[in-house]
């Protein structure tokens, strides 16, 4: 599951660069610290999705082997546990990188009063408001994948159960598929505010330089 990551603009307009006390100025130092803290975010993903492969891995090999031999299924389970654990630490990390970002952000609602320029202000809250979107649906992509971990255990669990009755399995390894699918259709709807923010962010810019370029 890859997510979205915030873009860098190189485009920095002469008046931004000049007027370094001017709240088009702080709204952009802030956008940028915001990307520079979100590294952290990003930084998660590759071991997250290398993880989350591997337990597919893991399960595909327990669904061939059966409950027959219980010392390897008990023994693929824990390795499965394992790697859910860790998977609980990298988004632990994730979530921690957000809230910074979200508290560097509170920064740009702060300095939109001040902007003079009308349409601008009006591009800064529309930019403001895509980025509480965002920190909204990245709560809600935590929540499902939280839940979907916690069925996932259950299933590990249960399989090292030698008296594990089909039709249980089967029930489990169906709430487990609809947690997943829950994490899906949140990571797109994360994934969707992230390239609308990082498109406003550019025309943003865009508007400012062409303004001071008139």
């Not at 546990?81 to 979200?102: Q, T, V």
């Not at 800064?124 to 939280?146: G, I």
Request: include cysteine; aromatic fraction near 6%; proline fraction near 2%.
């Amino acid at each position: 599951m890859r997510k979205r990551k915030l873009a860098t603009v190189i485009c920095v307009s002469a008046f931004l660069l000049a007027s370094c006390g001017s709240p088009e100025k702080k709204i952009y130092k802030t956008l940028e610290e915001t990307v520079s803290i979100e590294k952290d975010f990003e930084s998660q993903q590759k071991p997250m999705a290398e993880l989350e492969e591997k337990e597919t891995e893991i399960f595909n090999e327990m669904m061939k082997l059966g409950m027959k031999q219980m010392d390897k299924v008990t023994e693929l389970s824990d390795k499965a546990l394992n790697n859910l654990k860790k998977r609980e630490e990298y988004l632990k990390k994730e979530e921690k990188a957000i809230a910074a970002s979200k508290k560097e952000f509170e920064k740009v609602k702060e300095t939109i009063p001040s902007l003079e320029d009308e349409p601008l202000k009006e591009k800064a809250n529309q930019l403001e408001q895509l980025m509480a979107e965002r920190y909204d649906a990245h709560v809600k992509l935590s929540k499902a994948y939280k839940a979907t971990i916690k069925e996932d255990r259950k299933l590990y669990e249960m399989m090292k159960n030698k008296d594990l009755k089909l039709e249980e399995l089967e029930q489990q390894i169906a709430a487990s598929n609809k947690a997943r699918e829950q994490v899906i259709e949140a990571n797109k709807e994360f994934n969707e505010y992230t390239k609308k923010f990082n498109e406003e962010k550019s025309a943003f810019y865009k508007e400012e330089d062409l303004k001071n370029a008139s």
